[in-house]
């Protein structure tokens, strides 16, 4: 059994025998919930691993992969028509830089989706009928280019952004009198995050985009751009997507009872391990009305690899990647 520890790319998952519990299943429920939606976890809770999941299935370029990829799942087994049936962009607002300055925060902004989208005109090159215009200085113009080429296909375009209020929380933490000037700045009307989702709400009135999944941990800035970008529908509350991200503890049970088969280790070890799991990584719940908690997929994979390699319980039970900066710490506190 190999563990996933440390990536998040459902390709490579797959490809090469990765542990992976099925979450298919949540596809067609992801497609009824509506077509810009809005889904927040904590942070290292699998969220990457869940838009890659949805990117693969979803990419028309991948066509041809389907079985390999999503045949022995249960989404495989039933899947929805428009699998295969878009064009994908993805944006990771995490590796934006929350710059000192204005300017260069919006610079550092669209150069990231300036980078993307020159990435999805080289992916998509055979589906495109022109080239994309970049304008280096300003990515919402190479947008716009982008819906242009994406109207004169066959098909549409589904965006996915990752940790969409990532480097916006950063600006929020930032030391200095300056950081409440510069989150200002981001959502001003002229700020260059606004400006971004005010794009995206045109662009899903008809003009090639059909699709938006976001990912995030905090609903504070979607309120804050609200006026700019009121038609994302929240589904982080529902029912049906508590267990969307993490692992239940029947998952959890599972795993530890072949790791102690494995180690030929007696059951009372699994038994330990699972109580020790409880107290340190078991309780997150996402709705008032769930029965059972979720448990943190990065610390359950970190301490299955550990009981795997060693046949014994991790020292540390909190994995150090798991760890707030000095920053966040000082930020939650005041």
């Given at each position: 059994?190999?563990?996933?520890?440390?990536?998040?790319?459902?390709?490579?998952?797959?490809?090469?025998?990765?542990?992976?519990?099925?979450?298919?299943?949540?596809?067609?429920?992801?497609?009824?919930?509506?077509?810009?939606?809005?889904?927040?976890?904590?942070?290292?809770?699998?969220?990457?691993?869940?838009?890659?999941?949805?990117?693969?299935?979803?990419?028309?370029?991948?066509?041809?992969?389907?079985?390999?990829?999503?045949?022995?799942?249960?989404?495989?087994?039933?899947?929805?028509?428009?699998?295969?049936q878009y064009l994908i962009m993805k944006w990771d607002f995490s590796v934006v830089e929350p710059q000192d300055d204005v300017k260069e925060m919006r610079k550092s902004l669209h150069d990231?989706?300036?980078?993307?989208?020159?990435?999805?005109?080289?992916s998509y090159q055979d589906y495109l009928p022109y080239p994309i215009e970049i304008d280096e200085n300003n990515a919402i113009s190479s947008f716009e280019s982008t819906l242009t080429a994406?109207?004169?296909?066959?098909?549409?375009?589904?965006?996915?952004?990752?940790?969409?209020?990532?480097?916006?929380?950063?600006?929020?933490?930032?030391?200095?009198?300056?950081?409440?000037?510069?989150?200002?700045?981001?959502?001003s009307t002229e700020g260059s995050l606004k400006a971004v989702f005010k794009t995206i709400k045109s662009a899903s009135s008809g003009d090639g985009l059909e699709r938006v999944f976001i990912?995030?941990?905090?609903?504070?800035?979607?309120?804050?751009?609200?006026?700019?970008?009121?038609?994302?529908?929240?589904?982080?509350?529902?029912?049906?997507?508590?267990?969307?991200?993490?692992?239940?503890?029947?998952?959890?049970?599972?795993?530890?009872?072949?790791?102690?088969?494995?180690?030929?280790?007696?059951?009372?070890?699994?038994?330990?391990?699972?109580?020790?799991?409880?107290?340190?990584?078991?309780?997150?719940?996402?709705?008032?009305?769930?029965?059972?908690?979720?448990?943190?997929?990065?610390?359950?994979?970190?301490?299955?690899?550990?009981?795997?390699?060693?046949?014994?319980?991790?020292?540390?039970?909190?994995?150090?990647?798991?760890?707030?900066?000095?920053?966040?710490?000082?930020?939650?506190?005041?």
């Amino acid at each position: 059994m190999k563990f996933s520890y440390g990536f998040s790319d459902f390709y490579l998952l797959k490809t090469e025998n990765y542990f992976y519990v099925d979450r298919t299943s949540h596809i067609s429920l992801i497609e009824e919930a509506g077509l810009q939606l809005l889904f927040l976890r904590p942070r290292r809770f699998g969220k990457s691993l869940l838009l890659s999941m949805l990117e693969n299935y979803y990419d028309v370029a991948k066509a041809d992969e389907f079985e390999k990829l999503f045949g022995d799942l249960a989404i495989g087994q039933n899947p929805t028509p428009k699998h295969n049936q878009y064009l994908i962009m993805k944006w990771d607002f995490s590796v934006v830089e929350p710059q000192d300055d204005v300017k260069e925060m919006r610079k550092s902004l669209h150069d990231h989706l300036n980078n993307r989208i020159k990435r999805f005109a080289k992916s998509y090159q055979d589906y495109l009928p022109y080239p994309i215009e970049i304008d280096e200085n300003n990515a919402i113009s190479s947008f716009e280019s982008t819906l242009t080429a994406v109207q004169a296909t066959a098909y549409r375009l589904y965006l996915l952004i990752d940790e969409y209020d990532n480097f916006a929380n950063e600006v929020m933490m930032g030391r200095g009198e300056i950081s409440p000037n510069r989150y200002k700045a981001l959502l001003s009307t002229e700020g260059s995050l606004k400006a971004v989702f005010k794009t995206i709400k045109s662009a899903s009135s008809g003009d090639g985009l059909e699709r938006v999944f976001i990912t995030g941990v905090s609903p504070v800035l979607m309120s804050d751009i609200t006026s700019a970008y009121n038609v994302a529908k929240n589904i982080y509350l529902r029912r049906e997507f508590n267990d969307l991200c993490g692992f239940r503890e029947s998952e959890i049970r599972s795993v530890l009872t072949t790791i102690v088969e494995e180690c030929q280790l007696s059951p009372q070890n699994g038994q330990d391990a699972l109580t020790l799991m409880q107290q340190f990584y078991d309780g997150y719940s996402f709705c008032e009305s769930c029965e059972s908690d979720i448990y943190n997929p990065t610390l359950a994979l970190y301490f299955w690899e550990y009981f795997q390699n060693d046949c014994q319980f991790p020292r540390l039970m909190l994995d150090n990647n798991m760890a707030m900066d000095r920053g966040k710490l000082t930020y939650i506190s005041r």
